[in-house]
């Protein structure tokens, strides 16, 4: 089974700051993906950011980028230059052994002007 | 095309009702998914489809559900006797591959 853990319920950051999202994950299985989604208020759910287990470098977009740690077992998102518009529930998830996504519990994200 | 949509946004419904939800995945999308959120919880995933055969089912997926995906292109959620526990909002995803999953809006159930 897998489980994934975020453990900041809520977050704040001023705009133009830096804010890293915390997750942890459990998974036997040994080739995996993890991802963070973010749901804006009221509307879909997007990607942000992928990673592939097997893969060491930590991936990057643009402002976004996670710091993937496989022993530990870690995947936390770093957003840099905090814009509002990232203001959105980060959902952390992973995708391995079978077709579905097993989500965290999300973290709320509020960008401060 | 413009994405995955969901049909209806919003279901009010009576408790032993039965609803139907719609979800029409992206095109050239071979695989789709269902999944469940109530409210302060992440997504739990309920069933998924490659082309019109239902490969996995969750625990969460009683008797009273159940998804169809006739010709492998639009998929339908029914649920039987609602019952107050229903309540959520029934998010629809697709995906070209064991990859990205691009969600819809989502359809928000209330029972009451």
């Known amino acids: 089974a897998q489980t994934v853990t975020q453990s900041q319920p809520e977050m704040s950051v001023q705009e133009a700051e830096t804010v890293t999202l915390s997750c942890t994950y459990d998974t036997s299985e040994s080739d995996y993906y993890l991802f963070w989604y973010k749901q804006p208020p009221s509307r879909q759910m997007i990607l942000v950011i992928r990673?592939?287990?097997?893969?060491?470098q930590n991936a990057t977009e643009n402002r976004f980028s996670v710091n993937f740690q496989k022993a530990a077992k870690s995947f936390s998102l770093k957003i840099s230059d905090s814009q509002l518009g990232d203001a959105a529930m980060y959902f952390c998830l992973t995708q391995g052994g079978s077709e579905k996504l097993v989500f965290g519990k999300g973290t709320k994200l509020t960008v401060n002007p | 095309d413009t994405g995955v949509s969901q049909d209806p946004r919003h279901k009010i419904t009576k408790r032993g009702q039965n609803v139907t939800f719609r979800c029409d995945p992206i095109s050239e999308h071979n695989r789709l998914y269902w999944y469940r959120q109530t409210l302060g919880q992440g997504p739990e995933f309920l069933t998924y489809f490659q082309n019109e055969a239902q490969l996995e089912k969750s625990r969460l997926l009683s008797d009273r559900f159940s998804a169809e995906r006739p010709k492998g292109s639009f998929s339908t959620l029914e649920i039987q006797r609602t019952e107050q526990g229903d309540s959520a909002m029934y998010l629809c995803?697709?995906?070209?591959?064991?990859?990205?999953?691009?969600f819809g809006p989502g359809t928000r159930l209330t029972v009451l």
């Open positions: 990673q592939e287990a097997y893969k060491q």
């Open positions: 995803a697709s995906s070209p591959s064991h990859d990205e999953q691009f």
